[in-house]
T-cell receptor
Framework: GNSVTQMEGPVTLSEEAFLTINCTYTATGYPSLFWYVQYPGEGLQLLLKATKADDKGSNKGFEATYRKETTSFHLEKGSVQVSDSAVYFCALPRDTGFQKLVFGTGTRLLVSP | KAGVTQTPRYLIKTRGQQVTLSCSPISGHRSVSWYQQTPGQGLQFLFEYFSETQRNKGNFPGRFSGRQFSNSRSEMNVSTLELGDSALYLC????????????FGPGTRLTVT
């Protein structure tokens, strides 16, 4: 089945710094790709998604581009805020067309004022 | 539209007991998936239900079971609890499963002593 590899954390940044969290995948075909965010004490929230190659997903200032050449879906934000402190998960379906999501190990982001 | 709700939010049980967790999906959603989140194993898929039928199953022992009712609400049951079952159990709903994105609930934090 499909799999995903995500950079280890924690990532520690100062407010207004540029953020990149790396995610690479192995997949059959071109499945949808997702970034989820988990704030302390909460469940997962869908942050953004891309459904086909070269798609760019964006939300709340975060962006990620589905790059089939490098099998990557890196998460970026130009200027992070303290409120962005959370754990970020890259994910994709394990098999085409099914709901069984495979998640990366998660990357904790800590933003200081 | 109300989000995915899970009850209870917190639960403490003793080894050997059994537990039932409940999940109410977003209105109109017919697919419900369950995930286990632990620090050591990360997020792991348990099973998915669609129209009262289990459609996908992860690699968990038979002590973990679930069901879905005609109103799409789902329950997950764990029998003969072990210390290693301590985790955050997340439920996610989707319109129809397949390529439709999932929306997660806040989770049930289960502690086994």
């Amino acid at each position: 089945g499909n799999s995903v590899t995500q950079m280890e954390g924690p990532v520690t940044l100062s407010e207004e710094a540029f953020l990149t969290i790396n995610c690479t995948y192995t997949a059959t075909g071109y499945p949808s790709l997702f970034w989820y965010v988990q704030y302390p004490g909460e469940g997962l929230q869908l942050l953004l998604k891309a459904t086909k190659a070269d798609d760019k997903g964006s939300n709340k200032g975060f962006e990620a581009t589905y790059r089939k050449e490098t099998t990557s879906f890196h998460l970026e934000k130009g200027s992070v805020q303290v409120s962005d402190s959370a754990v970020y998960f890259c994910a994709l379906p394990r098999d085409t067309g099914f709901q069984k999501l495979v998640f990366g190990t998660g990357t904790r982001l800590l933003v200081s004022p | 539209k109300a989000g995915v709700t899970q009850t209870p939010r917190y639960l403490i049980k003793t080894r050997g007991q059994q537990v039932t967790l409940s999940c109410s999906p977003i209105s109109g959603h017919r697919s419900v998936s369950w995930y286990q989140q632990t620090p050591g194993q990360g997020l792991q898929f348990l099973f998915e239900y669609f129209s009262e039928t289990q459609r996908n199953k992860g690699n968990f022992p038979g002590r973990f079971s679930g069901r879905q009712f005609s109103n799409s609400r789902s329950e997950m049951n764990v029998s003969t609890l072990e210390l290693g079952d301590s985790a955050l159990y997340l439920c996610a709903s989707s319109l129809r499963g397949g390529l439709y994105e999932q929306y997660f609930g806040p989770g049930t934090r289960l502690t086994v002593t």
